[in-house]
């Protein structure tokens, strides 16, 4: 069964990059990872998604290596408005072709003035 | 506006009394699924769907039961509720399983069974 493992917490500065791993040792072959974004009180909110190497988009890049068992979510300049939890997600084709989600519990990211 | 909507936003009921949350995407989306969220544990999937009248149980599935006879619509149901079932509950709709798709989540619902 795929799983994620995320920091459960990070704090930084306005201005700095901050950079959140999220491990996924039995990700599968086709499998993407994408990374979602969440305020309190409110659905998750896409980011970015990649399947290896390097992925940018104006928001964030995404960094996977090749044996794909980790990504890296980098966040370029944050402001206070990033303040936020970031969950990375893989998925589980499990029997049948269905498909399950897999969410992690999440890194709180808390950036400071 | 492409959005998937929940209703209700809150609701406070008792133990045992049957209560459905609603769920409907505009997006012609074949995949949809239902999370359950609480303090420290993050977004656990309760029950999906690949597609109409297509379901199966996900992490959580146990005192929840889900139907999808039409694609946009896929409820929640609590035949009958528990105080461990209070929750922030969000459903999300996919245009296909697997996560190449992104997936779109509703605003939620704060559930709370006293």
């Known amino acids: 069964l795929a799983k994620t493992t995320q920091p459960i917490s990070m704090d930084s500065y306005e201005g700095q990059e901050v950079n959140i791993t999220c491990s996924h040792n039995?990700?599968?072959?086709?499998?993407?990872i994408t990374w979602y974004q969440q305020f309190p009180s409110q659905g998750p909110r896409f980011i970015i998604q990649?399947?290896?190497t390097k992925v940018t988009n104006e928001v964030a890049s995404l960094f996977i290596p090749a044996d794909r068992k980790s990504s890296t979510l980098s966040l370029p300049r944050v402001s206070l408005s990033d303040t936020a939890v970031y969950y990375c997600l893989v998925g589980d084709l499990v029997g049948s072709g269905t498909y399950k989600y897999i969410f992690g519990t999440g890194t709180r990211l808390k950036v400071l003035a | 506006e492409a959005q998937v909507t929940q209703n209700p936003r809150y609701l406070i009921t008792v133990t045992g009394k049957k209560l459905t949350v609603t769920c409907s995407q505009n997006?012609?989306?074949?995949?949809m699924s239902w999370y359950r969220q609480d303090p420290g544990l993050g977004l656990r999937q309760i029950y999906y769907?690949?597609?109409?009248?297509?379901?199966d149980k996900g992490d959580v599935p146990e005192g929840y039961k889900v139907s999808r006879k039409e694609k946009r619509n896929f409820p929640l149901i609590l035949e009958s509720p528990s105080p461990n079932q209070t929750s922030l509950y969000f459903c999300a709709s996919s245009f296909q399983a697997g996560t190449g798709s992104e997936a779109f989540f509703g605003q939620g619902t704060r559930l709370t069974v006293v």
């Open positions: 990649g399947y290896k």
């Open positions: 039995n990700i599968a072959t086709n499998d993407y």
């Open positions: 997006m012609n989306h074949e995949y």
């Open positions: 769907s690949m597609n109409v009248e297509v379901t």
